[in-house]
């Protein structure tokens, strides 16, 4: 069947493989970014043990990771963590669940066009000493990213790659020299992850700003529709995402702290956090690596912003195909077979919310950045605790339960979870960088659009709306075995 032929409401099949949406996490997680944007802030918060708390986040969700891709086996739905709490949890739960969903994603999507902005303004500035307005960068970036968004997820994805790669080699090298070098100045050492500079009561907001950095981890189920044998690519794609992304922010974390001496690395980040990393891999590698990372730095935030819009893009497609967000959403271009209804719809709403930041005349990073990304974060670490959930739910009578992959390590990874949302509650001022008033609503918006998603469920109901979020839209045909006793499995399809 050609691809216009195919129905209006689903993706473009196979259009996507395991790297593919590697791309895409690894991009969402900006290691480069976030590198150079939070690293000074983990050191200046919390002292040495930088590296190991990424360590412990990666342990934490890599536990989460076990059960969440034993699921996407069986649930190749475009709607993420609505799906997986609706055939989890229940259709109430995937309500709640999708009402969140949106928020969250569109706080993170936000804050990071924010930042583009501050960092374009930036580059304009250094190398062309041109004063350019940050929401000139940030109309720009996001003009672009539309386009892509509305076209074939396989253009997006050659574009990440390329971004990607650039990113990792010049963080290998920063890695490589700082270890060698800096350990022949400094000596190498581990006292990083000795306990007593790790469990300390400074660590709260630092492990916070390691869980943020893996958010965008989880859309690797978000891509099962357009993905290339689905019920392999997305468990394998998810391993790899986050094995990639924890070794990538522990090692230059472990680096940078090498290359400035545990003793002095945290005073360094308090003496000068906006040219923290740039300071030490001038020292070490040279003016000219330098150079390429403030331009690559601009690059990986687009990178995070296209990859963003993209996930964004299918939730709201699958939310409008599932009919609980208007049914428009749920159509897909008869060419490029895009979600371009919910793509175009998320650049109005994006256009629209940071039109009116840039007519308050808002700072780009202290408010434009920190404060939709703080609720952002806060929001996706809940959906990813329901995501944990819903694997032990929709395991519970399954034939292919185990005692590891369907309850303890969902279990364990939950818990560690739920542990960073109770800290995001408490600190939620250091995170959001805002006031005491502020930061006691802010939080509340999460639990607020979670009734909004259930109040809309009841509506559709009394409107006599089917809402199945979690309906596959292609299920598992009966002559392809997925292990286990097939009719039970199946049953379990269409329950």
Known sequence: ?????????????????VWGIVFFVVAAAAPLGATTGGGAMVFLMGGPGGPAWYLIASIVLLLFAVGFATMSRYVTNAGGFAALASRGLGRRVGHAMGGLAPIAYIGMLLGVFGQFGAFGTDLFDRFFDVAVPWQVCTLAALLVVAFLGYRAIDLSAKILGVLMI???LILLIFDFVLIFKGGGQHGLSLSAFNPSNVFTTQMAVPLLFAFGCFIGFESTTIYGEEAKDPRRTVARATYVAIVLIGVFYTLT????????GAANVQQAAVDDPVNFVFNVN??????????AMQVLVLTSLFAVCLSFHNALGRYLFSLGRGRFLPRVLGQTHPKHKSPHVASLTLSVITIVVLGAFMIAGSDPMMVVYLLPISVGTLGVLVLQAFGAASVIGFFRHHPERNWW??????????LGLLGAIVLAFIYFDQLAGTSATVSRVLPWIVPVVMIGGLILGFVRDRQGIKTDLGEDPEPVPVSQPVGGTLGVVREEFDR
């Open 282 to 291: 001038t020292l070490f590698v040279g003016q000219w690596a330098t150079d």
């Open 405 to 414: 992959k369907t309850l303890v390590a969902p279990l364990l990874g939950g």
């Open 253 to 260: 974390m472990w680096a940078i702290g090498v290359g400035y």
């Open 166 to 168: 650039l990113e990792v």
């Open 1 to 17: 069947m050609s691809d216009s032929s195919q129905p209006h409401n689903q993706l473009k099949k196979s259009s996507i493989g």
